[in-house]
């Protein structure tokens, strides 16, 4: 059986998020400095899709970029309720009626 892609495992429907990482170019072999040059979700990417494709070419006219590659995140919307709206948690008592000499 072939293993479950992102998309399979999410329960509802899952969120892509389009992030654009560059690599600058550095100054000794061995040095990296990996940078998240920007990030759009995929109903903002709808809205304006021009938007990655105007970054890749600030990047590209940048002489300190070495390269960029776009990583498409994918999340389950549930995460996103579970981290934003957590679930109230209840205190759990006991009640009792106590008699005065235990007051």
């Not at 970029?65 to 498409?72: C, S």
Request: aromatic letters at 10%.
């Amino acid at each position: 059986m072939p293993p479950l892609t992102i998309e399979e495992t999410c329960s509802n429907h899952p969120m892509k998020i389009i992030c654009l990482f560059a690599q600058e170019k550095c100054t000794y072999e061995g040095e990296y400095a990996p940078d998240l040059r920007t990030a759009i979700d995929e109903y903002s990417h709808s809205d304006n899709p021009n938007y990655i494709n105007q970054e890749e070419q600030k990047l590209r006219q940048d002489s300190s970029i070495e390269f960029w590659h776009r990583i498409i995140l994918v999340v389950d919307d549930k995460e996103f309720d579970r981290l934003f709206y957590p679930p109230s948690e209840t205190l759990k008592a006991s009640c009792f009626n106590p008699s005065s000499e235990e007051l």
